[in-house]
């Protein structure tokens, strides 16, 4: 991963925080981009280019912003000549119910987890075909199997499995385009206890994960898995087999 420069959208917390960690170790230069949350991409940043200098740029992007998404690339290219890899991970994520969705609510859902990962990946696309890189998509196993009260999250999500096996196709054989399921990784705020430990009774392992189980196979994605393209990889403990 040595010289390597990735994009991590959404990684100033959780699991894209994670990410970033992972492939930063890996030897990577990561583009690590943000919305509101400067104060913890920068320290995540300044705690990496003090390993080593200049290994992390920050971008600051909304991605609702149709604006945005060539801004992006453009800017990545800039400061680093290259682009090896793309990890759509930036995501909305709340209850919406039926009979009271607005178009602001569809809006924030299908553009935070469809439409900028398109966009992006299209802008992308043409370095990455020149590095023979990747994309990586963090989905959800509700994609496959819906989470009551979320439809719209859902629907999204769903679309960007239809997506990543869509671009896969379109894509390759220079671009490879992958996919992970995350499970109980992070809890959303609020959740309550009992429902915490329902989840956990009908997942297979019986625990939660950590997002470095996810950091780990979106590393093994962009650096292992060179002959695999249009796979979604449900990283969740076994909890898609009882969902």
Avoid at 49 to 78: P, W
Avoid at 85 to 97: D, H, K, V, W
Wanted: net charge neutral; with cysteine; hydrophobic share 45%.
């Amino acid at each position: 991963m040595k010289e390597k420069v990735v994009l991590v959208t959404g990684a100033a917390h959780r699991v894209g925080a994670g990410v970033v960690r992972r492939l930063h170790e890996s030897g990577a230069n990561v583009v690590l981009h943000y919305r509101h949350s400067y104060k913890a991409a920068k320290q995540i940043a300044d705690e990496l280019n003090n390993l080593r200098e200049n290994s992390v740029m920050l971008i600051s992007a909304d991605l609702s912003d149709e604006q945005s998404y060539v801004a992006m690339i453009d800017n990545v290219i800039s400061q680093y000549n290259r682009l090896d890899a793309l990890i759509n991970n930036a995501s909305s994520f709340f209850p919406t119910a039926i009979g009271e969705v607005g178009m602001k609510e569809w809006d924030d859902l299908m553009s935070s987890n469809l439409k900028a990962p398109f966009f992006l990946s299209q802008a992308a696309a043409p370095h990455l075909k020149i590095s023979h890189g990747c994309i990586v998509n963090i989905v959800d196993i509700h994609a496959d199997k819906p989470l009551k009260g979320h439809a719209v999250y859902c629907m999204a999500k769903a679309g960007l499995v239809m997506m990543t096996k869509s671009l896969a196709k379109e894509l390759g054989p220079e671009i490879r385009v992958n996919a992970v399921a995350p499970g109980a990784i992070m809890w959303p705020e609020g959740m309550e206890p009992e429902v915490k430990d329902e989840i956990l009774g009908r997942t297979a392992l019986k625990r939660k994960g950590d997002p470095d189980d996810i950091a780990k196979t979106v590393l093994f994605l962009v650096r292992e898995a060179g002959y695999m393209t249009g796979q979604i990889l449900a990283v969740d403990g076994g909890r898609s087999l009882n969902l």
